[in-house]
């Protein structure tokens, strides 16, 4: 029994040991503490903070706490990739900011002198001057001479917000945009669309020739219908907005085969100053015939970009333009704005320059093929030149007007 008493407790004094050395040290740190006048440390790691979220946000901190070891003449100090990202984004950055929005590239609409009132609002007139508002609207553009020339109208836009957007946001301020009449807040589409330096057409809604099973609305221009007729209903589409440089179709293959009517509209348009942009919807030969007739300043389009609406073929009619305006000296192209329509020409535009070509608002070519007071005959026989090239019977034919044309 005595050994039992004896060896109950065999590491009793080695513990009375440690713990006396745990306790030394834990007064001299305590000690130590207080001599440098700062709290006690806290021991536990396990502290609960979640309970005490007003203590915490309402924590005053004071004095010095910079980052050890930090340089404090350093200005910028980040990750590298972020560093990367911000280079690039700054990279054309001349480091003068300004909250103010861009000043608009193009002049307010509509212009004094250049308007009168019509059934719809300020309809487009030549001014006392004799300035036209195709010149007064028309995007400033400082082209090069002897440098082959590409023009791409873009229509269909206004009646749908998110694909008009995108054309205005995404597309190069030398494409030019076609509105339709129709449009809600049609003047301030066209606002927004030439504050971003867009020039901007009108669109004409014009017969087809499946009509009336294909409406293109209320004031269409109609084959059949009297010369007063079509000329109220021209009145009021040309009076929907201002500040567009010209017009273009909307349809209209059944009109553009009928060379009386097409004359008498082309004839009203000239006599208020504006240019004529059509895709050829129609018989080209018709469409050149009433412009000569009528004196007027129209051009049709070398190509319709879209007729195939995917991708690859509409980069392959972009690139049949490239070789029309390298044989001509200008080339102009038409298109919807289809989703891939807009993002294959904002791609393809890109690397233009870089080809030998410049990108011209519609304006430009059409100064070049119908100079402002030069003889309109010769003027549209030039233009004419373009149709002559080995274009598919679908672009310029009357195939062409009864298949794209109508679908638009």
Request: charged share 20%.
């Amino acid at each position: 029994m005595a050994r039992l008493d004896s060896d109950r407790f065999p590491l009793k004094a080695p513990l009375l040991a440690g713990l006396g050395v745990a306790a030394a040290l834990v007064i001299g740190v305590a000690a130590l503490t207080w001599l440098a006048g700062g709290p006690a440390p806290t021991i536990s790691a396990s502290a609960d903070i979640a309970g005490q979220p007003a203590v915490l946000a309402s924590a005053e901190i004071t004095g010095d706490h910079g980052a050890p070891f930090s340089d404090p003449h350093t200005d910028d100090v980040s990750l590298p990739g972020v560093r990367d990202t911000a280079d690039a984004l700054n990279a054309h950055d001349t480091g003068h900011h300004s909250p103010q929005p861009a000043t608009p590239q193009a002049p307010p609409a509509p212009l004094p002198g250049l308007y009168e009132n019509g059934p719809g609002g300020p309809l487009p007139v030549i001014s006392a001057s004799g300035e036209r508002p195709d010149q007064a609207y028309a995007h400033a553009f400082h082209g090069v001479e002897n440098v082959p020339t590409v023009s791409v109208i873009v229509g269909g836009l206004g009646l749908s917000q998110s694909l008009t957007e995108r054309a205005i946001e995404v597309l190069p301020a030398e494409v030019t945009l076609s509105f339709a009449p129709y449009a809600d807040n049609l003047q301030d589409w066209i606002n927004r669309a030439r504050a971003d330096g867009h020039e901007v057409l009108l669109e004409l809604p014009m017969e087809p020739f499946d009509y009336p099973n294909n409406d293109p609305g209320p004031h269409t221009l109609l084959v059949d219908a009297s010369t007063q007729e079509n000329n109220r209903r021209l009145v009021w589409l040309l009076s929907r907005a201002a500040g567009y440089t010209g017009v273009a179709n909307y349809l209209g293959a059944r009109l553009g085969a009928a060379e009386g009517p097409m004359t008498e509209i082309f004839s009203e348009l000239e006599a208020r100053g504006l240019s004529i942009f059509h895709d050829g919807a129609g018989r080209r030969a018709v469409l050149e015939q009433a412009g000569r007739h009528a004196h007027a300043r129209m051009t049709i389009a070398d190509r319709v970009v879209d007729s195939d609406p995917s991708p690859r073929a509409i980069d392959g009619r972009l690139l049949e333009l490239e070789a029309l305006a390298l044989q001509n000296g200008t080339a102009l192209g038409s298109g919807f704005a289809y989703p891939a329509t807009v993002d294959t020409i904002a791609a393809w535009a890109e690397g233009l320059d870089g080809r030998g070509y410049q990108l011209a608002p519609a304006s430009f070519t059409m100064q070049i093929r119908s100079p402002v007071g030069a003889s309109h005959a010769v003027a549209n026989d030039h233009g004419a030149g373009h149709g002559n090239d080995p274009a598919p019977a679908d672009d310029h034919g009357d195939s062409h007007g009864d298949g794209h044309g109508d679908t638009h």
